[in-house]
C-alpha cells in the first residue's frame, strides 16, 4: 500500500518565522518585567517621625496615654500636653510603664513618673518629645 | 540565517527564563532596622524562627549584626555570612572588643559595671597564668610560683596585683619535656580553648564559655539539643555548664594526659563535683553561680599568680563564724550592682531596704536576704529553689575559729556519698 505524507498546514519558514516572533516576544516581555521590577524597587522607608495623635480632646486631663506606634507616652498635665519617648536612653529597648514610672526590660534603668533616671545603666532620663496642636485641633506627636 | 536568528532568540527566551525562575526562588527579604543602628538589616529573611537570645538583647532593639558582623545586606548566605565576628560564636575574645564592647555595652567602666570584657579577658581563667605557673615551677623550668606566662602575651598596665604583664607560653621552648607535654595535652581548659569535640565536655569559647549553657542543665535533664546552635546568654549558668571544664576528670601529672572521670553518676549529688570530694548539702543543691561571685569568676581586671588570689567564697561568707554575723549591706541605692544583677535574671524582687549578704570585698550575693527572724534566705540563680538557713553564731557549733576552710566545716556536714 502507497502511503503518502500529508502536506504540512504551515510552510517551514514560516514556523521558524513564526518561532523567532515568538522567542523575542516572550523574551522582551520577560525582559520588560526584569526592567520594571529593577526600576520600581523602593528601599525600606525611614521611619516617620510625625505622629498625629487625632483631636486633642480625645484625651483627658491627667491622662497618661501609651503610643505604641511612636512609641512615647503622652500626658495630659493640668497646663499642657507633655510627651516622653518611650526608648530606653541607655541602649534603645522600649521601656515599659508602671505604676510608679517606667522600666527598662533590658538592662533595668528606672525613671520616675516625669520619667526622670531613678537608676541605671541609663544615664539620663526620658527623652521630651516636641507636641504641637495641629489647626484643625488634632495633637501632633514628633520624633525629631 | 533564518535558522541562527531563531536559535538567538531561543537562548535569549530560555535564558531569561532561567534568570526569573533563579529571581523567584529567592526568598523575599525580611528587613530589620534595629533600634541601635538604625540600619536596615536582612538577616531574618532566613533566620526570622531564632529565639531571641536574651531578654536583654531583643533583636528588635539589638538586631543581629552589631554583634555578629556580616553582611547585613546579602540575600545570599555565603555573603551574608563571609564577614561575621568569630564565626558562629562572636563571644569569642579574639573578636569580643567589636562584638560585645562599648561603654554601654560590655567594656565601658568599672564604676557602671560595663567592665566585663576588661575582667574576663585577664582573668585567670582565660590567662591560665596560675596553672602554667604552677607546672613551670613543679618541674623546675621557673623559681617560684609567680605568674610570667600566660595562654596569650598581655599587658595590663591598671593591674593592681603587681603582676602588670605575662608573656605568652610557648610549650616547645619549655626546658623540661612534662612542661612541653602540658602544653600540648592541657590547654584545653582556658577560655579561649577548644574544648573536647565529646558532647559532655561540649561549650563555645570566650564569655559564651559560660553564659552560653550547652549542657542540660540537670543530670539527665532534656536536652538542649545540638549545642552548637544554641542561641542563648544567661546569667543564670547551671553547674553543669561549669562542669565542662571543672568536672571532666584529672590530669595525670606523671605522663600530663587527661583522664576523664572513671565513675558514671547518676544524681546531681553525684555527678556535682570529682567523685572523691565532700560536699555538705548546700555546696551540691545550689549551683557554683549562687555563692561564686561575677568577680570570682571573671577576675577584678587585674592579673593574678592563682586562682587562689581570687577565689574568696567560703563557708562565713553566707554562715558567718562562731562569733560573727555573716556580712551584710542594707541597700540604700538604687544603682547598687545587687539590682542591676537582680534584673538580669530576676529570680528575686529586690527592693531598697532589703538586706542582703555581702563577700569579704563588699560583693553583693543578690539572691540572698535577711529575714525578720535573723535567718536567711537564698533563691537558688538556676533552679529558682528558696532556701533557709541559720548563721553558726549562737549554735552549738564546734568550729575552729581560725580554720575557715571548706574541709574543717565537711568534718561534721559532709552528706555521706
Known amino acids: 500500500m502507497n502511503e503518502r505524507w500529508s502536506e504540512p498546514s504551515i510552510s517551514r519558514r514560516d514556523f521558524l518565522k513564526l518561532a523567532r516572533t515568538a522567542f523575542l516576544t516572550a523574551g522582551g516581555l520577560l525582559g520588560l518585567a526584569g526592567l520594571w521590577r529593577f526600576f520600581s524597587f523602593q528601599a525600606e522607608p525611614s521611619a516617620p517621625t510625625d505622629f498625629d495623635l487625632g483631636p486633642a480632646t480625645a484625651f483627658a486631663p491627667g491622662s497618661r496615654t501609651v503610643l505604641a506606634q511612636v512609641p512615647a507616652i503622652l500626658l495630659n498635665t493640668d497646663k499642657d500636653f507633655v510627651a516622653l519617648s518611650l526608648i530606653c536612653p541607655h541602649l534603645g529597648c522600649t521601656v515599659e510603664s508602671k505604676s510608679d514610672g517606667f522600666a527598662c526590660p533590658c538592662h533595668g534603668s528606672r525613671f520616675d513618673l516625669q520619667g526622670r533616671l531613678v537608676r541605671g545603666p541609663a544615664a539620663r532620663s526620658l527623652t521630651p518629645l516636641r507636641v504641637e496642636t495641629s489647626t484643625d485641633g488634632h495633637l501632633h506627636v514628633y520624633t525629631s | ?417
Open chain 2, 1 to 417: 540565517m533564518r535558522r541562527l536568528i531563531v536559535i538567538a532568540s531561543a537562548l535569549l527566551f530560555f535564558t531569561l527564563l532561567f534568570i526569573a525562575f533563579w529571581v523567584s526562588r529567592r526568598p523575599k527579604p525580611v528587613a530589620l532596622i534595629p533600634s541601635l543602628t538604625g540600619q536596615v538589616e536582612y538577616c531574618l529573611t532566613c533566620h526570622v524562627d531564632l529565639a531571641e537570645i536574651s531578654p536583654s538583647h531583643p533583636v528588635k532593639t539589638f538586631g543581629c549584626v552589631i554583634c555578629h558582623g556580616g553582611e547585613r545586606l546579602a540575600l545570599d548566605a555565603n555573603l551574608a555570612h563571609s564577614s561575621m565576628r568569630g564565626g558562629k560564636n562572636p563571644a569569642d575574645f579574639s573578636v569580643v572588643q567589636a562584638s560585645c564592647g562599648g561603654d554601654n555595652c560590655h567594656s565601658g567602666s568599672a564604676v557602671t559595671f560595663h567592665d566585663e570584657i576588661q575582667r574576663s579577658t585577664t582573668s585567670i581563667q582565660d590567662t591560665y597564668a596560675g596553672a602554667i605557673a604552677l607546672i613551670r615551677f613543679t618541674f623546675g623550668d621557673q623559681p617560684d610560683l609567680l605568674a610570667r606566662l600566660a595562654t596569650r602575651a598581655i599587658e595590663d598596665p591598671q593591674s593592681t596585683s603587681g603582676i602588670t604583664s605575662l608573656g605568652l607560653f610557648v610549650p616547645s621552648q619549655a626546658a623540661s619535656p612534662s612542661v612541653r607535654l602540658f602544653g600540648q595535652n592541657c590547654l584545653i581548659c582556658h577560655l579561649s580553648a577548644q574544648p573536647y569535640e565529646e558532647s559532655q565536655y561540649f561549650r563555645f569559647t570566650g564569655c559564651a564559655a559560660c553564659h552560653t549553657p550547652t549542657q542540660p542543665p540537670e543530670i539527665n535533664g532534656p536536652s538542649v539539643g545540638d549545642p552548637a546552635k544554641i542561641h542563648k546568654l544567661t546569667t543564670a549558668m547551671p553547674y553543669t555548664q561549669c562542669d565542662t571544664c571543672h568536672n571532666r576528670g584529672n590530669y595525670d601529672l606523671r605522663t600530663m594526659t587527661f583522664q576523664p572521670r572513671p565513675d558514671n553518676p547518676t544524681d546531681r549529688l553525684h555527678h556535682y563535683y570529682q567523685p572523691i570530694s565532700e560536699f555538705t548539702k548546700c555546696e551540691y543543691t545550689l549551683d557554683c553561680v549562687d555563692c561564686h561571685t561575677r568577680t570570682e569568676a571573671m577576675g577584678d581586671g587585674s592579673l593574678y599568680s592563682s586562682k587562689f588570689d581570687v577565689e574568696y567564697t567560703q563557708c562565713r561568707t553566707c554562715h558567718g563564724t562562731l562569733t560573727d554575723l555573716p556580712p551584710t549591706r542594707t541597700l540604700t541605692d538604687p544603682n547598687d550592682l545587687a539590682f542591676r544583677m537582680a534584673t538580669l535574671n530576676p529570680v528575686v524582687d529586690l527592693k531598697l531596704g532589703d538586706t542582703i549578704l555581702v563577700t569579704a570585698k563588699g560583693e553583693p550575693i543578690w539572691n540572698s536576704r535577711l529575714l525578720p527572724d535573723g535567718t536567711y534566705q537564698m533563691v537558688g540563680k538556676v533552679t529558682g529553689q528558696t532556701f533557709t538557713f541559720r548563721p553558726v553564731k549562737g549554735t552549738g557549733c564546734k568550729q575552729d575559729p581560725s580554720n575557715q576552710t571548706a574541709a574543717s566545716c565537711h568534718q561534721c556536714h559532709s552528706v555521706q556519698r
